[in-house]
């Protein structure tokens, strides 16, 4: 497997992005992914029973059709909290560009990140789609990566390449944070493309692991977004033999998850005002399970960040957060190890000594600038 | 009823407070309260996993002892993560207290506060006991409500009077936060003194109850100490008849209530670098439970403290923190009030708009000013 950090389309991929008016900047702001091929489609949506319209769209189209061809993704405006209305104007985005690129409205999947609660500025992304479309070619996903930028201070990608069998396989995927901080302003979306020949059901194994893995593992506030999703496109150009389980779905499956990784450590690494990269391996746990949870309590707490930005080696606080993760853990069992804090990467180990599951969160620190960013957010 | 917001103490007890040497700054840091009569007393404690010493000596008191007549309390040192030995420690200053009382052992009750994880100055406290006894008194504790603060800016006290019949009843408390904020230097203690006569059953019922509708329905950081405590001491002085149930102790249980949320409230008015106190109420939900987790949902999400700290009127994050709470909610029946930022209360409600059940919920915002604080905390 060979990775760069850079987003270089598989085979009969297209992208572009084009500045439409949402964002008051000027900056690009409306994304677009093309397949050439009929691809098959997986995605994971929030759990946030408050969605955004384009993810009940998108929820509806993956239902209703086999195959798909386009992502259209716009910053500057979440279409969420919108009502009805949102879904309408999630599908007319879906509509016009079905009729320019001449394929079916429900291959289309549509997504939004920007401010909750205000109507989409549908005429103005309707105006742009004609130029979008005309404009995709492969290098338009560097356009297409910065259009679906936020508070995000760089762009998040990363390509890998695999061989299955004799042919060579490419996952490029790109993503947006800055995690779970800003819902309302900066939702986490992650759209990943592959020339990979797949089944459906071989896809999903694979994405659903992946994100348990990644996305699912870190957190920068604790605040789960209306938005998040991560969807992948796989369009069978490369010309493998189709991966439908065994050897060539668990090689598939790394090197998807090596993506999802390295893009959600990116996110954690892009926090806003963030000045530390936080890695929690918790050990010796009953489960998997167990070990995510007290890892979550640990980098959700409030007090912990703030210690590690004060460079403030300060266990107390783990041990405070460990019991009240909700695990009937005993002091006697609890070993806590706690990195040197004066670098950019703090590593913390925990050991329940219970049992020998273990789990690894990432999440940064909460400095002053993160209040200060987001209380004068307007 | 009559309230004020000050601590009067009830017929029979006493208390005393003195610097013995725990806190650097010379500050008082140790607290007794001590009741001439026999009490009954009920307590509740933090629900955390990890739980300090003195917590474990109290739990065993109050199992096996059935009257109480002395708290014993110190700052500077909550004796938490301090393994046997600091349960040893916590005994060791009951013993002292006992003796130089001349009670039982098991009628002394202990607890301290300050920082996780290092050894009890045993000897420093032994040494103060004989005179922190020798000078108890009724006005003593004005000395004893000092003596248990840490990062607390005031003192929190009440006391409010209510007829029993023909008698009158008091009931005075004290406490200490500032909330949840920092438990490993700050945790939330409170301990009520009545001179009322109250069977154990009854005492516990008006406690439990008034738990949970004041010190359960507040947070500043959503982190739960290991050293929470709120203790209440009756020693029939008051001469009423009995009290076990009916009007009286619905009585008894408002009145109760009243001094514990404003004390709770207090504790959210002090928490750490707060610049304002926000009133959240959740109606409209299918059960109580349910409106409380709504309300709590929204009053841990960092970024809605942010956005109240930066006077920011940002709805969506209120939605967002509503549809993380786990609660299955359409967006279509949410409703959503936030109040005027400007001033130091900010008020805001919530409609479910699917049963009748509601709940309150206290916090303060989040602000650069807590991050400093507790970051740079040595």
Same mark, same amino acid.
Request: aromatic residues 4%.
């Given at each position: 497997m060979? =990775?760069?950090?850079k987003?270089?389309l598989?085979?009969?991929f ?6 439409c008016? &949402?964002?008051r900047s000027?900056k690009?702001?409306?994304?677009l992914?093309?397949s050439e091929f009929?691809?098959v ?5 929030t ?5 955004a ?10 239902r ?8 259209l993704?716009?910053?500057g ?6 009502g ?16 320019? +690129? =001449?394929?079916a ?7 939004s990140?920007g401010?909750? @609660?205000?109507?989409l500025e549908?005429?103005?992304?309707k ?7 005309s404009?995709?070619?492969s290098?338009?996903?560097h ?7 936020t508070?995000?201070?760089f ?6 390449s695999?061989?299955?069998?004799a042919?060579?396989?490419h /996952?490029?995927g790109?993503?947006k ?9 900066a939702?986490? *979306?992650?759209f990943i493309?592959? $020339?990979? %020949?797949?089944?459906?059901a071989?896809?999903n194994?694979a994405?659903t692991?992946?994100v348990?893995n990644?996305f699912?593992?870190?957190t920068v506030?604790?605040c789960?977004s209306?938005n %998040?999703? !991560?969807a992948v496109l796989a369009?069978a150009a490369a ?5 439908? @389980?065994?050897?060539? &779905? ?10 999802? *990784?390295? &893009?959600a450590k990116m996110?954690?690494? %892009?926090?806003e005002g963030a000045?530390?990269? /936080?890695?929690?391996?918790?050990f010796?746990?009953? %489960?998997?399970g167990?070990?995510? !949870? !007290?890892?979550l309590?640990?980098?959700n707490? !409030? *007090? ?10 300060n266990?107390?606080?783990v041990a405070?957060a460990v019991g009240?993760?909700?695990? $009937?853990?005993k002091e006697s069992? &609890? =070993?806590?190890?706690l990195?040197? *804090?004066k670098g950019?990467?703090v ?7 219970r049992g020998k ?6 999440t940064?620190d +909460? ?12």
């Open positions: 060979k =990775k760069i950090l987003a270089v598989p085979a009969g297209k992208a572009n992005g084009v500045a008016g &949402l964002k000027g690009l702001d409306l994304a992914i093309y009929l691809a489609a997986c995605a994971k949506f759990t946030n029973s408050i969605i319209a384009p993810l009940i769209l998108c929820k509806k189209h993956l209703s059709a086999k195959r798909f061809q386009a992502v993704v716009n910053s405006n979440a279409n969420c909290f919108t009805k209305a949102g879904i309408r104007d999630a599908s007319e985005c879906a509509r016009v560009v079905a009729r320019e +690129l =001449k394929i409205k429900n291959s289309v999947l549509v997504n990140t401010i909750i @609660g205000k109507r549908v005429a103005r992304i105006q742009a789609i004609p130029g979008l479309v404009g995709l070619s290098a338009g996903i356009k297409a990566k910065r259009a679906i930028m508070t995000d201070t762009s998040k990608e990363v390509t890998v695999l061989k299955i069998g042919r060579t396989v /996952i490029c790109i993503a944070g800055a995690g779970m901080i800003a819902p309302d302003m939702t986490m *979306l992650c493309m592959t $020339d990979a %020949d797949i089944s459906k071989a896809l194994r994405l692991c992946s348990e990644s699912n593992c870190i506030d604790g789960m209306t %998040d999703t !991560v369009n010309g493998n033999q189709v991966i439908t @389980g065994g050897k060539t &779905l668990r090689d598939f499956s790394n090197a998807l998850a090596s993506v999802c *990784l390295e &893009l996110v954690v690494k %892009d926090a000045t530390k990269f /936080i890695r929690i391996d918790v010796g746990a009953r %489960d998997q167990e070990a995510k !949870v !007290v890892a309590s640990i980098a707490s !409030v *007090l912990f960040k703030a210690a590690v930005f004060g460079e403030n080696p266990f107390g606080r405070q009240a993760s909700g695990i $009937d853990i069992q &609890l =070993k806590i190890k990195g040197p *804090l950019k990467q590593k913390l180990k925990v050991d329940l000594s599951a273990k789990a690894t969160v990432f940064s +909460l400095t002053p600038e993160y209040i200060k960013i987001n209380a004068e957010y307007n």
